[in-house]
């Protein structure tokens, strides 16, 4: 993988020097060659700079920027069919002089423009410079794998794979967005296009940005959308046929993700997702693959024995670490540096442990992300779908009577009737469910870990409208479309790609491996989200089709457990041994200095925290992580 950056600076003060302290902040992406471009011309300077993590055509011809033309490219990324499409090129009498996927891209865009991204199988965040008119484009691919974000600010337009980027150039503004601090401290991530800073976003997945500087303006394209896939009509197919096509795409996704010219390998939890594409691959291969996985002796968490297990079955060539608490608390300080923004999903620590695990032997790994956002793996969806169901039952006329007397319950009693206090931290949401039954806001607000707004008024020192919710964006979907099939589309927009991508890329990136998901390939979710919702859950069976298709490659006691998240207990043992976290990070002196959260909000959540309240861990969680990111980039 890559590392991409640049600039167009309307105030001609960008040097070189600048363009490559850009490029330098980005050396952990692409340890092994780096290269820039740089214009000085009459009413502007442009500047392109790359760091290489050579995985195809190991020479120096596959070198970027790269030109072709009046063309030059930067690019992040792997074209898995680029070699057909590299075919069809020469026979429209295209030559090449390297064997690389950037060069196909160049010479696509060269022939086919905008429809070249439709052509594209793969991961990619890429920028073309055409030096006729000085324009950019910008192109991220359909899900979102790989990063891009942009700056354009007092005539400075900048773009990276990364915000590190951003500032090391003199003229980045780091003005805190309070709407993103918002949205983080409601999901734990922050959703494109939105970014912690001002003027600074993510171009969505499946979009295009076009930059003029010659009128200073910017157009942005979707040019996929997921959406569109669950909008269609459903196929007129059996179950035995869609099995089949599936396993078939799964096969073709899982091979073409195994061309390079370095190492590969995959790592396997021993769940559904990771033993599919594990065993179609290890299945008549004389060659054992590389697998890998990450364990804790604490069993809960554990998944190592189910994975070596697999592993043992299959036959790979398995590689398993059991981490220690010292391991996960080395690694925490490091999170803001490799995630640039404030990022609360804890699973990163142990992702970042398997891909630390996984390059001792590897370059490329296999990440069996996105089973649960296409096939409907998640157990908040079969939760909300049955909450809904009983409150769909109360009569209509009847509902803010209920709602009423639900919310005037006192809570020591709403905790003994459900044994979870989870339901008096969301008490108001669940009476707003019981008023108006909605299947995307039990998912979003009732049942995952966001956080009430009651709750952030208490905690957050400012007071403005979250910039986007899930419900919000799940309108955009045909009223037709089955409730289970929304949680999936809606989770396959957001939160695949603003938090378990984000998550993936940064961790293999933090040290110089390449991660590519088979899951993700487009044809998968095209063909999936136009199938029969009961093909995917049936009688509580969530995942159906795809479960039925690992049973035929592994005996199903190997994977026929509950479903364990990807996590460590770093609350749990942070409240053990706290050590200098609260002292540094939550004194009035830290959190004065940023001014966002009221000291009692704070104070509250670390009692609760303290006295074992799980309702508040992710919150903690959170905060922290906010604190860490602030005293790294802000202080």
Request: proline share 5%.
């Amino acid at each position: 993988m890559c590392g991409i950056t640049g600039f167009v600076d309307f105030g001609c003060t960008s040097e070189l020097d600048d363009l490559n302290n850009m490029t330098d902040a980005l050396q952990h992406r692409g340890p092994d060659d780096r290269g820039t471009e740089f214009f000085s011309l009459e009413k502007f300077t442009i500047g392109l700079g790359f760091q290489r993590l050579s995985i195809i055509d190991l020479s120096k011809k596959a070198s970027q920027p790269m030109w072709y033309k009046h063309w030059c490219i930067i690019y992040n990324g792997e074209i898995y069919n680029f070699e057909a499409l590299r075919s069809e090129l020469q026979a429209l009498g295209h030559v090449f002089n390297s064997l690389s996927d950037t060069e196909v891209i160049l010479h696509a865009w060269d022939e086919w423009k905008e429809k070249a991204f439709y052509r594209f199988n793969g991961m990619f965040a890429f920028v073309i410079y055409n030096a006729l008119d000085s324009s950019i484009v910008a192109v991220r691919d359909r899900t979102g794998v790989k990063p891009l974000y942009y700056y354009w600010n007092d005539g400075l337009f900048m773009f990276s794979s990364e915000l590190k980027s951003f500032h090391s150039h003199p003229r980045f503004k780091k003005e805190l967005s309070k709407q993103a601090v918002l949205q983080y401290i409601q999901y734990g991530y922050i959703l494109a296009p939105y970014s912690i800073f001002e003027n600074t976003f993510k171009l969505p997945a499946g979009h295009s940005l076009t930059f003029s500087p010659q009128t200073q303006g910017m157009e942005i394209k979707q040019y996929w959308n997921v959406f569109d896939y669950y909008d269609k009509p459903k196929l007129n197919i059996s179950y035995v046929e869609a099995k089949e096509e599936i396993r078939r795409l799964l096969l073709s996704a899982a091979q073409c993700r195994m061309v390079a010219d370095v190492p590969i390998g995959i790592f396997l939890s021993g769940g559904y997702d990771s033993t599919a594409i594990t065993a179609l691959l290890q299945t008549g291969r004389t060659e054992k693959l590389n697998t890998f996985t990450i364990g804790l002796e604490e069993e809960a968490y554990n998944e190592a024995v189910y994975a070596k297990k697999v592993a043992g079955f299959l036959g790979t060539n398995h590689s398993e670490q059991y981490c220690t608490q010292k391991e996960v608390e080395d690694i925490i300080p490091t999170i803001p540096f490799f995630c640039d923004e404030p990022f609360g999903d804890s699973s990163i620590i142990p992702t970042m442990l398997l891909s630390r695990l996984a390059k001792k032997q590897v370059s490329v790994a296999l990440s069996a992300d996105a089973g649960d956002e296409i096939f409907g793996g998640y157990k908040k969806y079969s939760l909300a779908l049955d909450l809904f169901k009983k409150i769909s039952k109360i009569p209509e006329p009847i509902r803010g009577t209920a709602a009423s007397i639900f919310s005037a319950l006192p809570n020591p009693l709403l905790s003994q009737i459900f044994r979870n206090d989870a339901v008096v931290t969301k008490k108001s949401r669940l009476a707003q469910a019981i008023r108006n039954p909605n299947m995307i806001y039990i998912m979003d607000d009732v049942l995952s870990h966001s956080y009430a707004p009651l709750q952030l008024e208490e905690l957050l020192s400012f007071n403005l409208p979250i910039p986007s919710s899930l419900t919000t964006i799940s309108s955009s979907l045909a009223s037709d479309v089955n409730d289970f099939e929304k949680m999936m589309a809606v989770d396959y927009k957001t939160y695949l790609p603003d938090d378990i991508l984000v998550k993936v890329d940064r961790a293999s990136m933090s040290v110089g491996l390449e991660a590519r998901c088979p899951l993700l390939d487009y044809r998968i979710v095209e063909f999936t989200a136009q199938l029969p919702a009961s093909f995917k859950l049936k009688n509580s069976i969530t995942k159906k089709i795809l479960k039925d298709i690992v049973h035929d490659l592994v005996p199903q006691e190997l994977v026929n457990r509950p479903k364990m998240g990807f996590g460590v207990p770093i609350v749990d043992w942070l409240r053990k041994n706290p050590g200098v976290y609260l002292e540094e990070y939550f004194s009035p002196k830290a959190l004065d200095a940023h001014g966002l959260f009221k000291q009692e909000g704070i104070n509250k959540v670390l009692r609760e925290w303290k006295a074992g309240n799980k309702s508040y861990y992710s919150l903690f969680w959170f905060l922290l992580m906010f604190q860490l990111w602030y005293k790294r980039w802000m202080d």
